[in-house]
């Protein structure tokens, strides 16, 4: 296909230069009588014979040297060829303005030569610069768009945090709603449309509890939504790759740079190991007991015996269980006790004290 392009490019040149050279050629050898031969389509078709002729030695010298220059051209980096082409602009700009400004001269050499060396130095010169100063003029232009690229990030990012993708547990576990209702959690809630598919299939299992489960699931949804002024949104996307649903909530959090909102311990894990943002409902209702110190006293029902001899176990509000040393004969009776020490377990906190009366007592 290039030879094929080759000799047309000779035609088309040969019947050119035919048409206004041959006419002059048949002067100088007093042919130019001639009207057969001094004819503008017979001098084309001459000068397209004999350089049609010419390229059965030339094409293949022409053919290599255009394959040369293309694959120079693919094997340089694009930024270089760029900047190369712009330099040789502006040069030949600048040879163009200065050529321009000597036509005024009235000096032949001047006028005719001068633009003509003007013209290679300046492109060369702007060819040289634009590629030889390619990195400080892409610095110059990267500075000033990875500001304003910085910046989109930056708001991209704070956007995407608004994004609080919630788990099926969260949303089973009902407390998501309240923690909605008091104004703690801001942003965009976000609904998986294949945790919307687990919660369904959960609301339709024949076991009772699971059924029980996913319908209340689903009634919390429908609560955030409607009730509340907080934002909801679908997630129509799916991971068809990934089968777990708690893999696909850590995958949508990655692409999105959302944060996960669950209490599932397990879930918490992956999501600190993957570097996902998670926001866990324990932790904050754990944040949120009331700190005791011991020597405090408080006020509790006991209402069962405890694992050891003579304890009874009251709780408190949010759950935290009491252990009341000496208190199985209070069980069923509110009383004051002090509290002795507080521990901490990974299940939670525990508390123990020891009724007042019995401090008195002693």
């Not at 980096?77 to 502006?90: A, E, Q, Y």
């Not at 990195?135 to 110059?140: F, K």
């Not at 906190?349 to 007042?356: E, T, Y």
Request: with cysteine.
């Amino acid at each position: 296909m290039l030879r094929r392009i080759i000799q047309a490019c000779f035609l088309i040149i040969g019947g050119t230069l035919g048409i206004f050279l041959i006419p002059d050629l048949l002067s100088l050898m007093n042919m130019g009588d001639m009207a057969f031969i001094n004819n503008p389509y017979v001098t084309a078709l001459l000068g397209a014979l004999i350089f049609y002729l010419l390229t059965f030695w030339a094409v293949e010298y022409v053919t290599n040297f255009v394959k040369w220059a293309e694959e120079s051209l693919i094997k340089a980096p694009i930024t270089d060829v760029i900047f190369g082409s712009v330099g040789l602009f502006f040069g030949l700009l600048v040879a163009f303005l200065i050529g321009f400004a000597l036509n005024a001269i009235q000096v032949p050499v001047v006028n005719t030569v001068a633009p003509t060396l003007l013209t290679l130095l300046f492109g060369y010169l702007g060819f040289q610069v634009g590629f030889k100063k390619r990195d400080e003029l892409l610095g110059l232009f990267s500075k000033s768009k990875k500001k304003g690229s910085e910046e989109e990030e930056l708001e991209k990012e704070e956007r995407a945090r608004e994004w609080k993708i919630l788990d099926t547990s969260v949303i089973i576990d009902g407390r998501i709603a309240d923690i909605c209702q008091t104004g703690f959690l801001e942003g965009v809630m976000i609904i998986p449309q294949f945790v919307l598919e687990e919660l369904q299939h959960i609301a339709d299992s024949s076991d009772v509890l699971k059924r029980n489960r996913g319908r209340r699931g689903l009634d919390i949804l429908n609560r955030i939504q409607k009730e509340l002024s907080i934002r909801v949104e679908i997630y129509e996307g799916d991971f068809e790759e990934i089968q777990e649903v708690d893999s696909k909530l850590v995958k949508l959090a990655k692409l999105t740079n959302g944060v996960v909102v669950t209490n599932d311990y397990n879930l918490n894990k992956v999501c600190e190991l993957q570097k996902v943002a998670v926001l866990n409902i324990n932790d904050l209702a754990n944040a949120v007991k009331p700190v005791v110190l011991p020597g405090e006293e408080m006020n509790i029902q006991v209402i069962k015996d405890g694992k050891e001899h003579n304890q009874g176990v009251a709780y408190l509000d949010d759950g935290t269980m009491i252990v009341v040393e000496e208190g199985r004969d209070y069980i069923g009776k509110r009383i004051d006790v002090l509290v002795t020490s507080v521990l901490q377990t990974s299940a939670g906190r525990m508390i123990f004290a020891k009724p007042k009366l019995l401090e008195k007592a002693l």
